[in-house]
């Protein structure tokens, strides 16, 4: 059994954390968040110790790594807003913790290589959750297209089509999410699953193309290695192909290869638990399987100017 803690407890995902913590038979045993809504850790854990002040936090992931391997945290999961993820991961790997950190990984891809540094120096371990990888349909999409590239089947690039909306209300702008300087914007916060996923299927990019970029919606034209793609992120739930009424979902995800619908709503929000169980098991994601969506993210918003 492994001692887990959060940064970032009180956020949106960190529920999703917290129950792949118990699922895979650890113990989360401390959380900071300057919010004490803390209520959901009754749900699976009762003996965590609380922090508002991360530094408080800190100096308590140090007292509890010189008392014993029982006690000391192995894990320190990030949760917090996308801007100071590269700044938590470093406290975790210098409190002798691995980290297991929130998409993005970091922002702006210069970052990336000054947490390999912090890596190497503290011989530290950065996991990154990068969830789609782990789904079934889309494994076996992975598996099809691997064949076929083995197998030199195909002289042409796939058509894919992606499109994302999740409607969001008049909050979402207000809060750091709509900031795009802390959340790296729609294409980071709701997109870089599937940039990754897209470029994981279909290989690196060659060319970009953006068609309408503001702070509620993008759409863009992608050429990858092997595909073409249109694709459209949204959190206007005026976008939306249908009218949800009061308490209804208000996401839409619909992605075609070739003309097929990739089925893969069901499962999506399902993916932590195996995630942890595959950095557990030390086959996480890192930062060199984040790099590749992080600079293309970028390399989107330099396309747009």
């Not at 968040?33 to 009762?46: A, E, I, K, R, Y």
């Not at 100071?84 to 929130?102: N, P, Q, W």
């Not at 599937?194 to 919606?217: C, H, P, R, T």
Request: charged share 30%.
């Amino acid at each position: 059994m492994k001692n887990f803690a959060i940064i970032g407890a009180g956020g949106y995902i960190a529920p999703r954390h917290i129950k792949a913590i118990k699922e895979t038979g650890n113990r989360l045993v401390a959380v900071t968040d300057p919010s004490d809504s803390m209520g959901v850790l009754d749900n699976f854990f009762l003996d965590v110790r609380y922090f508002p002040e991360i530094e408080r936090f800190d100096r308590h992931l140090e007292k509890l790594r010189y008392e014993s391997d029982e006690k000391k945290v192995h894990y320190v999961s990030i949760c917090t807003p996308n801007y100071l993820h590269d700044a938590h991961v470093r406290l975790a790997l210098r409190s002798g913790c691995k980290a297991i950190c929130e998409k993005p990984l970091v922002i702006n891809p210069w970052n990336l290589d000054q947490l390999l540094q912090v890596q190497k120096e503290t011989d530290g371990e950065i996991n990154t959750i990068m969830q789609l990888r782990l789904h079934p349909e889309i494994v076996k999409i992975k598996q099809r297209l691997e064949k076929e590239l083995l197998e030199n089947k195909r002289d042409r690039k796939h058509v894919v089509d992606l499109t994302y909306i999740t409607g969001r209300g008049a909050w979402y702008h207000q809060s750091w999410k709509g900031i795009e300087e802390r959340s790296g914007g729609l294409l980071v916060n709701i997109g870089i699953h599937f940039f990754d996923m897209l470029l994981w299927l279909f290989g690196k990019a060659q060319n970009s193309k953006v068609i309408e970029y503001n702070n509620s919606a993008a759409k863009g034209e992608l050429e990858l290695e092997r595909a073409f793609v249109n694709w459209h992120l949204s959190v206007d739930v005026g976008r939306l192909p249908f009218k949800p009424l009061p308490g209804e979902m208000t996401t839409y995800r619909h992605i075609t290869i070739d003309g097929e619908t990739l089925e893969f709503t069901k499962g999506f929000t399902d993916l932590h638990t195996k995630s942890y169980e595959k950095i557990l098991n030390g086959e996480g994601f890192g930062v060199k399987d984040a790099r590749d969506a992080i600079e293309l993210v970028h390399l989107i918003k330099q396309s747009r100017i």
